[in-house]
């Protein structure tokens, strides 16, 4: 435990002051915190938080405890030792005054009546609930009655009714089956662009409100590849699936007519730029991110004759939306937005073109007016990032063997802002448009192979416009099905257009998905992609015949620190592409079988070769070594790697000045080309690109 001093006011009695003097006084108190201990000591705090005050103690176990045990194990142990009857301690031997008793019974209630308001997803046992059930008994057993015993008795029938009505795994209804018997609307550009925005806002808010905070953990998100995890946080996956089917349909609508005219299909660009404003101004940056991502995908950024034609207004807005997900010091841009506008009634548009300005203030003007608040839908990908590395860089148990809660208070400032973003979603008034949702599922999801193979009969490989569109920074353009695994076959991709930058390691978020190849030729080149951190996206290959776009090489170099959003952390914690306080993290991919999967890793000065290589088989779930044996291999740029010594030191045998990022090789395949991966970023996108690079657009591991 620890004694943390505070100071809260305390209001004078019998003093008195001439009018207008007032005096603030204040008293310091000790909060007594507990930084680690056994399961059982956890429990019993519990009960103990809030005398200490320690009053966010129970919120924060509440929220992280699947990281270290179970419901069943936790319910067990408070039942069992503080939910006895009076035979029961006769029979244990143990007795308590009835003043005591009464103290642990009422703050038992107040714990269980918080578990079943805070995480009532934890009882979702289908069919028989046996822990809703054992707490349903022990409360008529000794507060028959109760807020708490109406409130569990409430929530099994809320579960019986979902468990009943859960035939059909649709995200969204659209009403009889006769209704998508009738002619969708094939025009995209007869939707507003209004309409379109809040209709991606009203899929996005009804998906982010379901999202159950915990499956966020590092711990609990990064073990999602696992067989026996094949359908684990289907809330989260299901807003990987959203994010992935908006990016598909930005691509598909571009792309689809083929004998469009340039200035024709820069007319469908400039509407997704508008519906993206329209998101903006929405604060929805879930679709404002996926927009942007799949407008800077390859297969549509290196269409230069319609990139030519686009008014230069909506150039510049594009360009003002692309710079909010700049994944400069760790996408500061961005997450410092959502902080200014989180819990805010309106967006703060500070600057935007001309053609938009006008436009977007009086809508916001006519907001204020009519009383219309906005919600906030982030992008998930960025809390998925931030825990994913938190669970990487802080240990589950400190000396002793105790649990290191101190890294689950940590946590909980990344999910308490999740749970503060969901509730700040119910300000959100929309109501769905059912010919626009019948036209937005019937949009194709084009593979990556089609969509580049589309592109290019839209504009062939050798086609080149005196005006090309500003270079930007590339983006994750879709996130791939996670649903497909690792296991999922991946076929060659066709040759790209790839620009001159040359490869770098993405220091960013990352997640599931599977991202469209993009073309990055600015300053940096990034990669982003929907979310986690263990990101497992479809197979790179590199391209064989590159052909460089316009735009001065890329370099890219920057170090990435956790819980940003949090002014003030308590301790430096290892970051990814920087060594400090001897540690850092390194990232670790299969040379073959699993695309682009990779794993992070903490790295300390004491660690050896064979160590890593045993942790990397682990991460990726080997459990057999081949005969041969694996070797450590860094990955310096394209053209160059380096391969770790047997019984080397890794912390101090690898390139410091080159990206973090490692893979484990058969040995006696080092004459093989060095199959470079994409490292995709999470909370919504970014994704690495390297140069000569081809991305699938259709598999992933969020």
């Not at 999910?415 to 973003?421: H, M, N, P, V």
């Not at 090789?665 to 996108?685: D, Y």
Request: with cysteine.
């Amino acid at each position: 435990c620890r004694l943390l001093s505070c100071r809260k006011p305390v209001h004078a009695e019998g003093d008195r002051l001439p009018p207008g003097h007032t005096v603030s006084q204040l008293e310091t108190c000790k909060i007594r915190s507990i930084r680690a201990g056994t399961l059982e000591r956890l429990v019993e705090t519990l009960l103990t938080a809030f005398g200490d005050n320690d009053l966010t103690y129970t919120s924060i176990f509440l929220s992280t405890y699947r990281a270290f045990t179970s419901t069943q194990t936790v319910l067990q142990l408070l039942l069992d030792r503080y939910g006895t009857t009076k035979e029961n301690e006769q029979d244990t031997g143990t007795s308590r005054t009835s003043e005591t008793n009464g103290a642990i019974r009422n703050a038992l209630a107040s714990i269980l009546r918080a578990w079943l308001d805070q995480c009532p997803e934890d009882f979702q046992e289908p069919p028989d609930y046996p822990c809703l059930h054992r707490l349903m008994d022990y409360l008529r057993r000794t507060l028959p009655g109760s807020e708490a015993l109406r409130r569990a008795e409430g929530l099994l029938e809320q579960l019986q009714t979902q468990a009943a009505g859960n035939h059909g795994n649709g995200s969204f209804c659209l009403g009889e089956e006769e209704e998508l018997e009738i002619e969708v609307q094939d025009d995209f550009l007869s939707f507003e662009a209004d309409l379109v925005a809040e209709q991606l806002t009203y899929m996005d808010a009804l998906l982010f409100k379901k999202v159950v905070p915990h499956h966020c953990l590092g711990s609990i998100w990064s073990q999602r590849d696992k067989k026996h995890n094949k359908h684990s946080a289907p809330t989260i996956r299901a807003t990987i699936t959203q994010f992935n089917a908006v990016a598909a349909c930005v691509v598909s609508t571009v792309l689809k007519h083929r004998q469009l005219r340039p200035h024709v299909r820069a007319r469908v660009i400039q509407r997704w730029i508008d519906i993206a404003q329209e998101c903006r101004i929405r604060k929805n940056f879930s679709s404002l991110r996926a927009i942007v991502s799949a407008l800077q995908s390859n297969p549509l950024y290196r269409l230069k004759r319609a990139w030519a034609c686009v008014h230069k207004d909506s150039m510049q807005t594009f360009e003002e939306l692309s710079d909010i997900f700049s994944d400069h010091n760790n996408y500061l841009t961005s997450r410092e937005l959502l902080m200014r506008e989180g819990t805010s009634k309106f967006a703060s548009l500070e600057s935007c073109a001309k053609e938009h300005q006008k436009r977007t203030h009086k809508r916001l003007q006519l907001q204020k007016e009519m009383g219309v608040m906005q919600g906030t839908i982030p992008y998930l990908g960025t809390f998925l990032t931030d825990l994913t590395m938190l669970d990487t860089a802080l240990p589950d148990f400190v000396e002793g063997g105790l649990i290191n809660f101190e890294k689950r208070r940590r946590e909980f400032e990344v999910i308490a802002q999740i749970k503060l973003l969901q509730s700040a979603c119910n300000s959100y008034c929309l109501s769905p448009e059912p010919p626009f949702l019948r036209w937005f599922k019937s949009q194709a999801q084009l593979s990556e192979e089609e969509s580049y193979a589309l592109s290019c009969e839209v504009e062939g490989l050798g086609d080149s416009s005196p005006t090309s569109p500003k270079p930007r920074k590339s983006m994750v353009k879709r996130l791939s099905l996670l649903f497909l695994g690792a296991d999922s076959s991946a076929a060659s991709s066709p040759v790209r257009e790839t620009p001159r930058s040359p490869p770098t390691g993405s220091s960013g978020e990352s997640m599931d998905s599977v991202s469209v190849s993009s073309s990055d030729s600015s300053e940096s080149s990034s990669c982003t992609s929907l979310h986690s951190m263990d990101t497992s996206s479809s197979t790179a290959s590199v391209s064989t015949t590159p052909v460089s776009l316009p735009g001065p090489p890329c370099t890219h170099r920057r170090s990435f620190s956790l819980t940003p959003l949090t002014p003030s952390s308590p301790s430096q914690t290892p970051a990814y592409n920087t060594q400090a306080q001897d540690t850092c993290i390194i990232r670790v991919s299969l040379e073959h079988g699993n695309g682009n999967l990779y794993k992070s890793i903490l790295l300390t000065n004491q660690d050896k070769t064979p160590a890593v290589v045993s942790r990397a088989m682990a991460k990726h779930n080997l459990e057999v070594e081949p005969e041969e044996g694996f070797e450590l291999v860094q990955v310096i740029s394209e053209e160059r790697e380096l391969v770790i010594p047997d019984n080397a030191n890794v912390f101090y045998a690898m390139n410091t000045s080159a990206n973090f990022d490692f893979l484990l090789r058969v040995r006696g395949s080092a004459g093989r080309a060095v199959q470079l991966r994409s490292r995709c970023s999470s909370t919504l996108p970014r994704t690495q690109h390297r140069s000569s690079l081809s991305l699938r657009l259709s598999k992933v591991t969020l």
